[in-house]
């Protein structure tokens, strides 16, 4: 494996794997995170706190951590580099060493990944998000949505390369919904705005 490329798949796991969520909950007086709702480190669950204002930092940090370490990998070893930075940086968000690797869902470091590989496909996932979020209420179906069309997108705007990186983000995401699925199945996942 080529040298540079190992060291962009450390960077990005190693700032994707700081968990946000965690820590700015805790700097902000509202406990642990992981003892909230579903226990997710998201910026979904920091939501529940009532606390907008960190749940929204929380998004933020999340997405910025892994467009940082795209950009970076890009500056330094080259657009490969900042592929495998963007791949490792959902993973550190995850799969978090220093939380067990009990990690996050991975919309917002998504988000970010698409955002700093390509913009218009990154946006193009928020579009998406919204439309489906306004419409149907799901914030778990909206993430699905526009998971599973980025790949699609991707490919038109940018090719192969990002959209395979699109596909292997979109199944882990899929992967970690897999408890929304269930409920989204069954008519029991809760609405946006509904109580928790």
């Not at 700032?15 to 997710?40: H, K, Q, Y």
């Not at 220093?98 to 496909?121: D, E, Y």
Request: aromatic letters at 10%.
């Amino acid at each position: 494996m080529d040298t540079n490329l190992l060291f962009a798949a450390i960077l990005g796991y190693a700032l994707g794997s700081i968990p946000f969520g965690l820590l700015l909950t805790r700097m902000a007086g509202l406990g642990d995170i992981r003892e909230v709702g579903s226990g997710n480190i998201g910026a979904t669950n920091v939501l529940r706190t009532g606390n907008k204002a960190v749940a929204a930092a929380t998004l933020v940090a999340d997405a910025g951590k892994a467009a940082i370490a795209v950009l970076i990998a890009r500056y330094f070893w080259g657009e490969s580099a900042a592929l495998i930075a963007g791949f490792a940086a959902f993973i550190g968000h995850l799969f978090p060493l220093w939380l067990r690797f009990r990690g996050g869902k991975g919309v917002a470091t998504m988000i970010g990944a698409l955002l700093a590989l390509s913009w218009l496909v990154g946006l193009i996932f928020c579009a998406v998000w919204a439309f489906v979020a306004f419409t149907r209420r799901y914030s778990s179906l909206a993430a699905l949505t526009a998971a599973a069309t980025s790949p699609i997108f991707a490919f038109q705007i940018s090719g192969m390369e990002l959209a395979a990186t699109a596909a292997a983000l979109a199944l882990l995401l899929f992967y970690r919904h897999h408890e929304n699925i269930s409920r989204l199945l069954r008519g029991e996942e809760p609405k946006i705005g509904a109580d928790k």
